[in-house]
């Protein structure tokens, strides 16, 4: 048994990150500015999308992309029930309904057939279906050819929820690429929260077709037509003209001095996440009381979380059991998600049952998120199996 307990996921930031900070802290400019500036542009080149806009955070990107959009009251976003919770809120927050599609039993990521039914029973409710909003559930690219089929047929927009998707790629091209590629605008959400696969502490990048990140720019600084530091700099102007009810969105340079390194050792964060995939699966590959993570053939998975199945029947024990049980031996587990329609704010206001989008309750019952995170050591995640394979050796039927 460990002597510490493993955390499930502590942030990693070396001396360039913190070097990068106190530079900003130095220097004559704090918030959004330079460095927000080249990490766009950083970030753009990385993912291979024509334009980039720093936020505060993916839900703050979420809901510029829906404003940009001019999704409103009277309409409707198709999402996932299996997700954080923030996915259904950015629609929320704009007036327009979200309509729930459940999940592919594999990868846990919206379903394109439920999608269509979906599109069908709103446009029969007189709803006006304007975006479909797709997850990359635990980094597993989501099934995007179907999804913009679908959107071109119905003449939707995308928004990806990518927030665990940094950097997963959907037939050799990278999420947050696809902007005009498929002939239906796809605006692109990334996360920089602390458990992320890079972080500033908060923060989001959004990505899609230069016109509607343009659009998003001016939603995401109150609705101003220039932003500030254009006004305060050498070159600026002291006038601006509000032409949007925008609002206050905007990353720090202060954050971005952390995401320029992060996003330099993104590449080898990602091999010692893939490591450490590789050393779980082959560990529980012969345990049949676990399912391990889908990955499709073709599927560039970003490995943002490790989550297995428990077979419940064939253990003694519930998965909230599992997790205690992991807890006593010094691991950090989690579950990722609650399913938005169990919440009570949505149960109450949609009417929803659980049983409402049964492949999303049924993995619910059963999924682990076990650490995953390129701080660990090899024997860190020896403590993992460990963990785990005493707990099914002690509760096996
Ligand atoms: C973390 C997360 C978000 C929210 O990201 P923030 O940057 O904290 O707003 C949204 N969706 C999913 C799936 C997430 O895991």
Redesign the pocket.
């Known amino acids: 048994m460990r002597a510490t307990f493993l955390p499930f996921s502590p942030p990693l930031i070396g001396e360039e990150e913190i070097n990068e900070v106190v530079d900003t802290l130095r220097s004559d400019w704090i918030t959004t500015g330079p460095k927000v500036k080249r990490f766009e542009q950083e970030f753009a080149a990385y993912v291979g999308a024509p334009a980039a806009l720093g936020l505060s955070?993916?839900?703050?990107?979420?809901h510029t992309s829906l404003a940009a959009l001019g999704v409103g009251a009277g309409d409707c976003v198709v999402t996932t029930p299996m997700?954080?919770v923030?996915?259904v809120h950015a629609v929320e927050h704009t007036g327009a309904t979200p309509v729930l599609a459940d999940v592919e039993p594999d990868t846990l990521n919206i379903d394109p057939r439920r999608v269509a039914e979906a599109i069908d029973a709103a446009r029969a409710r007189g709803l006006r279906v304007r975006a479909l909003l797709p997850?990359h559930?635990y980094g597993h690219p989501c099934d995007m050819g179907a999804l913009v089929d679908l959107a071109r047929e119905y003449h939707l927009a995308v928004v990806e929820?990518a927030?665990?998707a940094l950097p997963a790629s959907f037939d050799g091209r990278r999420v947050g690429s696809f902007a005009d590629r498929y002939g239906v605008p796809v605006l692109s959400?990334f996360?920089?929260?602390a458990?992320?696969n890079l972080t500033t502490a908060?923060?989001?990048m959004l990505t899609g077709p230069a016109e509607l990140i343009d659009e998003a720019r001016v939603w995401s600084l109150h609705g101003m037509s220039r932003d500030a530091w254009n006004r305060y700099g050498e070159r600026g102007s002291w006038f601006y003209e509000v032409v949007r009810p925008g609002f206050k969105y905007n990353l720090t340079d202060i954050q971005a001095a952390l995401g320029l390194h992060q996003l330099r050792k993104l590449d080898a964060f990602q091999s010692r996440r893939r490591e450490i995939v590789r050393r779980y699966s082959e560990a529980f590959a012969p345990l049949e009381e676990l399912t391990l993570p889908a990955e499709r053939a073709g599927a560039g998975h970003a490995w943002?979380l490790y989550v297995v199945r428990l077979n419940l029947e064939r253990l003694r024990l519930t998965r909230d059991e599992f997790i205690e049980e992991m807890r006593a031996r010094r691991v950090g587990t989690s579950v990722?998600?609650i399913p938005v329609h169990t919440h009570p704010y949505y149960r109450e206001r949609y009417g929803f049952k659980p049983e409402d989008f049964p492949a999303a309750m049924s993995a619910f019952r059963r999924i682990v998120s076990l650490p995953l995170n390129p701080r660990m050591s090899d024997a860190d995640a020896d403590d993992v199996i460990e963990a785990v394979g005493d707990i099914v050796e002690k509760f096996r039927r």
Not at 57 to 62: D, K, P
């Open positions: 955070s993916c839900t703050a990107a979420l997700t954080f923030s996915s997850v559930l929820d927030a665990h959400c996360s920089f929260y458990t992320k908060e923060g989001g943002h990722h998600f």
